[in-house]
């Protein structure tokens, strides 16, 4: 039996509509990427409920991170915090006597990550479906908890629809994170004595899902200036829309 299409399955949801669909559909068709993240990205869909909507597409597991308190430190040894970031993936538990390990991954179905998960693993990987925000906030809550990371509140790895790293850490974006760095000593100035230096302004106190918020609408307004500066190129002559589109799904 042919796999039913994600949008067909949401339309049948009564979660998205063949106009909204449609939209989705030609933003893909200009600017490349997964039709899930799109529709996600568009705010046509949540991501809790594209998460259900690819585990039935794809007959896969999906996993609520949000319950996931804890990782059992062997399994998550497992796969190496970077390596985890990179993929955004979030290893769960081991089966079959340690041979298999099952996978929270937000693209179960990337050849190319599964290949080098086992390479890395050196077991059977099975994947369960979780959100790319979803598998970001349980990495830092559950290495946080064990002091794995240096700052799990904020050096995470958000990605655009292409599967680009759009920031590692989020105080890059946090502008009071600036606070955080150690003041410069006052210069010193002529008797009778120098002046206290100023007051130092307080650190951020954000959330991680403050701070997460905070990029996402960051990556939004980006996006919309890169697409903003690729029409202009194309309208110019300097590529075609064929070659671009050939470029980004390399």
């Not at 067909?8 to 106009?19: F, G, P, R, Y």
């Not at 799109?38 to 998460?51: G, Q, T, Y």
């Not at 079959?96 to 890395?120: F, I, T, W, Y």
């Not at 954000?206 to 980006?222: H, I, M, T, W």
Request: with cysteine; proline share 7%; net charge positive.
């Amino acid at each position: 039996m042919a796999q039913i299409k994600l949008g067909e399955l949401l339309i049948k949801a009564n979660v998205l509509q063949e106009s909204q669909l449609k939209a989705a559909l030609a933003e893909q068709a200009k600017w490349g990427g997964k039709l899930g993240e799109i529709l996600v990205r568009m705010s046509l869909v949540s991501e809790d409920i594209l998460v259900r909507a690819l585990s039935k597409q794809l007959g896969m597991p999906a996993v609520n991170l949000d319950a996931v308190q804890m990782v059992q430190p062997h399994v998550k040894a497992k796969i190496p915090s970077q390596t985890a970031r990179d993929f955004s993936v979030l290893p769960l538990q081991l089966r079959d006597d340690g041979k298999s390990l099952v996978v929270a991954m937000a693209d179960p179905l990337n050849v190319r990550m599964l290949d080098e998960l086992r390479a890395v693993t050196k077991c059977r990987i099975i994947p369960n479906v979780a959100g790319r925000t979803s598998i970001a906030r349980a990495f830092a809550r559950i290495y946080e908890q064990n002091h794995e990371l240096e700052d799990a509140d904020t050096n995470f790895k958000v990605v655009d629809a292409q599967g680009r790293t759009v920031v590692k850490n989020l105080k890059d974006l946090d502008p009071a994170a600036v606070a955080t760095s150690p003041a410069r000593p006052p210069a010193a100035r002529p008797p009778p004595a120098p002046e206290p230096p100023a007051a130092r302004p307080a650190a951020s106190t954000g959330s991680p899902a403050e701070l997460l918020r905070s990029v996402e609408d960051v990556q939004r307004k980006e996006v919309a200036a890169l697409k903003a500066m690729v029409e202009l190129l194309i309208e110019k002559g300097v590529f075609s829309r064929e070659e671009y589109l050939a470029k980004v799904k390399r």
